[in-house]
Each structure stands twice: as C-alpha cells, then as structure tokens.
C-alpha cells in the first residue's frame, strides 16, 4: 500500500527558513497535502498542490513538488515561535477515497 | 456552520466495554471519513462514507469496530469489547468533493483502562 516518509524532527531558530521533507510511494497520488498539528488541537490545512503543478507558494509558506522523485516539501520563510507544532504531509490513496499521513515532522523554533 | 463536531471530546472506559462516538460533518459535506492517531504517529485510515453508503473500510477495522452513517448526515463508530489497544485519538473529517480541503474535528480520545 501507500507509504508516506517524513524525517521526525527539525529545529530552528526564529526567522530562520525551515524546510520540511516527505517522500511518498504511489506516483498516481493526484493530490498532497500538507497539515499542522498543535499539541491538544485538531489537524489544521495549511496547503495543498496538486500533483500537474511543481511548485505553489502561499504568503509564508512555499510547496515543492517532484513527481520523478516522489518528494514533497515545505517551506516556511521566517519561521516564527508559533510555528511551533507537528507537520503532517499527506497523499490521496490510489482510489482517492483516503488521504493517507506519514508520521509527522515535529517542528522546534528557538527565539 | 462551525465545522466538524465530535462528540465526546474524551472517554475514559473500562476494557471490555461497549462504547460509540459521534460525527457530525459540516452540512453539505457529502464525503466522511474517520481516522485514528496514536501517540507519535499520523492519522491512520479506518473507513469512508459517500453520503450513507460506507465505500471502503481499512483492514485496520476490525469486526470488533462498526461505523454508519444513516442518513448521510452525522455518523457514528462503535468500538465493541475494547481492549487497552484500541485507546487513541479518533478523528473525523468531511470533504465536499475530492481536491477540496479535508475539514478535521477535534477528535475523540478514548482511553481503555
């Protein structure tokens, strides 16, 4: 089945870009997703590409795509302490039924 | 609308007990879907509704588990028997048509003693 790939931990400092890496398996996946988690609260959209586009940039936040590679990432320029949270990348399943999560990407900024 | 809405936020139940949560999706949501998230780990798939009709079910969904969806409105998964494994964060989100964002409600955290 479809498997999604994050690394589980990225830190930086305040104002600093972050770039959040995912991989993922099933190259019919039509549209990917990226999400943010704060601790005790629910998933919150942050972007989505869908997978005919390379690149989508939306204020702070800019998505690359690679479909040869099957590599999504994220990011965030002038990374700030309420970016602080879990970042969940997440790919529709062949059947586009589902969407289908890799483990998360726990984001750390220092002031 | 206020989106998504679970109900209860959280349930403390002994193992072996009978519980059920509830889902109501934002109104013109036609698509429903149910995930489970256990500490350190993204949602997991457990089923999908289009409409009332229950599409597809992950192998993760034990007999133990059923989810409906009567009316195509709210829907409900009931956990039989549980066991300490089952305790976790049950999410819900509903979709309008598939591309668009998948809205997520807070979840339900079920913990089996």
């Known amino acids: 089945g479809e498997d999604v790939e994050q690394s589980l931990f990225l830190s930086v400092r305040e104002g600093d870009s972050s770039v959040i890496n995912c991989t993922y398996t099933?190259?019919?996946?039509?549209?990917l997703y990226w999400y943010k988690q704060e601790p005790g609260a629910g998933l919150q959209l942050l972007t989505y590409?869908?997978?005919?586009?390379d690149m989508k940039q939306d204020q702070r936040l800019t998505v690359l795509l690679n479909k040869k590679d099957k590599h999504l990432s994220l990011r965030i320029a002038d990374t700030q302490t309420g970016d602080s949270a879990i970042y969940f990348c997440?790919?529709?399943?062949?059947?586009?039924?589902?969407?289908?999560f890799g483990k998360g990407t726990t984001l750390s900024v220092s002031s | 609308d206020t989106g998504v809405s679970q109900d209860p936020r959280h349930k403390i139940t002994k193992r072996g007990q009978n519980v059920t949560f509830r889902c109501d999706p934002i109104?013109?949501?036609?698509?429903l879907y149910w995930y489970r998230q256990t500490l350190g780990q993204g949602p997991e798939f457990l089923t999908y509704?289009?409409?009332?009709?229950?599409?597809?079910k992950s192998r993760l969904l034990s007999d133990r588990f059923s989810a409906e969806r009567p009316k195509g409105s709210f829907s409900t998964l009931e956990i039989q028997r549980t066991e300490q494994g089952d305790s976790a964060m049950y999410l819900c989100?509903?979709?309008?048509?598939?591309?668009?964002?998948?809205?997520f409600g807070q979840g339900t955290r079920l913990t089996v003693v």
């Open positions: 099933d190259s019919s996946s039509t549209y």
């Open positions: 997440a790919v529709t399943n062949q059947a586009g039924t589902a969407l289908i």
């Open positions: 989100a509903s979709q309008g048509a598939v591309g668009t964002e998948a809205f």
């Open positions: 109104s013109e949501h036609n698509r």
């Open positions: 509704f289009q409409n009332e009709a229950q599409l597809e």
């Open positions: 590409i869908f997978s005919n586009m």
